[in-house]
Structures are given as structure tokens and as C-alpha cells.
Nanobody, 122 residues
Framework: QVQLVESGGGLVQAGGSLRLSCAAS????????MGWFRQAPGKERESVAA????????NYADSVKGRFTISRDNAKNTVYLQMNSLKSEDTAVYYC???????????????WGQGTQVTVSS
């Protein structure tokens, strides 16, 4: 059974930092692009960041560029999202996903994590 398990969410003040982790089990994603999405109440799920299988290529939503950093450790089958300078508008449930075939697309993703809540207080 393939699972993506996120951790690291929580409550933080504006300007603070959090680091999300997503540990995959049941299969390896070392040859796949992985990434993070988020969904705020009343809004559609949106792409946040993605990273190629080697880590050489990354992609970010304009709203998080310069503040968030995605990375991965293929030996641990884990992807990370370092979030700095957090803003109240970053409040959402964050989901890990794999494999990501096209930036922004959600319909063709095979596996999703259960989500982790990030709340940024202003």
C-alpha cells in the first residue's frame, strides 16, 4: 500500500517558519517529480512547489517564491518544504503529492497525503 505521510504543520506567527516533511512508503518516487499543494477554506487546491526526481529542477507558485524552498532526499523517499517569512495568506491545509506530471494539474496525480494544517496568525 502506497502512502504519503506529511508532518510538521502547526500554528506560527506571521514572519515565522515551518518545515513540512512528506515520507513516502510502499514504493519509491526517486524517478518522479514530487510536490506540495495547499487548500484554504473556500478555495481550490493550488500548486505550491514541485521538485524533479534529481532535485535539479524546482518550480514555485509566484506567491511563495523567495520564501519557500522544496527539497528531497531520495534515500529516505522524503520531500520537504521549508517555509519562511510566513504570512496569514499561507494558512491552509498542505498536501504532498506524487507523481506530478504537469505543473498545476491535480487530476492526474496518483497519490496524495492526508494533509497537514498550517495556520499563520497575524
Amino acid at each position: 500500500q502506497v502512502q504519503l505521510v506529511e508532518s510538521g504543520g502547526g500554528l506560527v506567527q506571521a514572519g515565522g517558519s515551518l518545515r513540512l516533511s512528506c515520507a513516502a512508503s510502499g514504493r519509491t518516487f526517486s524517478k518522479n517529480t514530487m510536490g506540495w499543494f495547499r487548500q484554504a477554506p473556500g478555495k481550490e487546491r493550488e500548486s505550491v512547489a514541485a521538485i524533479s526526481w534529481s532535485g535539479a529542477s524546482t518550480n514555485y507558485a509566484d506567491s511563495v517564491k523567495g520564501r519557500f524552498t522544496i527539497s528531497r532526499d531520495n534515500a529516505k523517499n522524503t520531500v520537504y518544504l521549508q517555509m519562511n517569512s510566513l504570512k496569514s495568506e499561507d494558512t491552509a491545509v498542505y498536501y504532498c503529492a506524487a507523481p506530478i506530471r504537469r505543473w498545476g494539474a491535480t487530476h492526474d496525480i496518483d497519490y496524495w497525503g492526508q494533509g497537514t494544517q498550517v495556520t499563520v496568525s497575524s
